[in-house]
């Protein structure tokens, strides 16, 4: 089973949970920005989270499939239709044959996932089958691609409602090993400060835009480049915040004032620009309890989805369907 790619979108990759355990080797771990919309479109279809999907930045594309198929949108709502017919964003979906999926653009946040039943099957490479286009690892879907899937045998016409992550709003950060660089009255700015997301990012980082001054650590230019990680702030030399997302560097010199949690950086990768911004310091131990939190919503998921209940308005065949059954009397 397969979808014929007839548009697409300038940065859709093909995307996974990422690999881990080659930092050491300068390889970051990639993988979906938002790892809740995997989850998410793994719980409609009943199938493993760790399954590829399509991440969409912004925009979409135009699709045929080959056999008739399963679906699942989910991520960055979108608009979306099959043969004309719009369909409901997070929620899982039947493709018949010959059927034409177009997506088009966001309407509100940044990566929209497309799933299919059975997982996108592509080259799997160091443990995962994720695009990593910094790193040179596979390459950006292009018109003309086929997008092949494995056996789904679960349901569809299933919904569910999203976690709320798409306009911005707090992120919860912990001390980072040159947090202490900065001294208290540039922590207490940066935590009080109001801030924005800004135009320049990708999936190696985001820019975070305020109004204030910027944040400069103390000696920052003898820093040693070290470890960093996705979800760490790193001030630039005129001191503005950039959070770093999945196909960051693996090391760098630039100080870094706090680390955002991995459960809030889904919100973090989905804030439109312009969309606000606050950061919130929390202690290891809140952190962990969050994580933890986080870890067993993600195993919820499954029990949290429900029918799809389809608009009249939006099925064009619908004097085809039994829409009454049996006799009624109009005298009893």
């Known amino acids: 089973m397969s979808l014929i790619v007839y548009r697409i979108g300038p940065s859709c990759t093909i995307q996974d949970q990422g690999r881990v355990g080659y930092l050491d080797q300068g390889l970051s771990r990639s993988g979906a920005a938002d790892i809740l919309a995997l989850h998410e479109g793994a719980a409609l279809l009943g199938q493993s989270p760790d399954l590829a999907a399509l991440e969409m930045a ?3 594309g135009e699709f045929e499939a080959t056999q008739n198929m399963h679906i699942a949108l989910t991520g960055a709502r979108m608009q979306a239709s099959i043969d004309g017919g719009p369909v409901s964003w ?13 997506i088009g653009a966001a309407v509100q946040g940044n990566y ?5 039943g059975g997982g996108i099957e592509a080259k799997v490479f160091l443990g995962s089958r994720s695009a990593h286009l910094t790193a040179r690892i596979g390459r950006a879907v292009q018109q003309g691609d086929t997008l092949t899937c494995g056996l789904h045998t679960g349901k569809t016409g299933l919904k569910l409602m999203p976690a709320d992550r798409f306009a911005g709003g707090e992120l919860r950060v912990v001390a980072s090993f040159q947090t202490t660089l900065f001294d208290q009255a540039t922590l207490d700015r940066f935590a009080a400060n109001a801030f924005r997301r800004g135009t320049r990012a990708n999936r190696m980082g985001m820019q975070v835009d305020s109004d204030g001054g910027g944040f400069a650590a103390s000696g920052q230019l003898n820093i040693l480049s070290e470890v960093i990680t996705p979800g760490d702030i790193q001030m ?9 997302l999945p196909e960051c560097q693996t090391t760098g010199g630039y100080p870094r004032i706090a680390t955002v949690l991995p459960c809030d950086m889904p919100r973090a990768a989905q804030t439109p620009a312009g969309g606000p911004i606050r950061f919130k310091f929390v202690s290891m131990d809140e952190a962990s309890a969050l994580h933890t939190g986080f870890l067993s919503d993600l195993a919820r ?8 209940v389809r608009d009249p308005h939006d099925i064009p065949d619908l004097l085809s369907y039994q829409l009454i059954g049996g006799v009624i009397s109009a005298t009893d």
Do not use: C, K, W
């Not at 929209?112 to 299919?116: A, F, I, K």
């Not at 630039?236 to 770093?244: E, M, R, S, V, Y």
């Not at 998921?301 to 799809?308: A, C, D, H, N, T």
């Open 58 to 60: 912004g925009m979409g």
């Open 90 to 102: 997070n929620a899982s979906h039947q493709l018949a044959a010959g059927q034409r999926l177009v």
């Open 112 to 116: 929209g996932y497309l799933h299919l």
């Open 301 to 308: 998921l499954p029990s949290r989805v429900e029918p799809l």
């Open 236 to 244: 630039t030399g005129a001191g503005d915040p950039f959070i770093l």
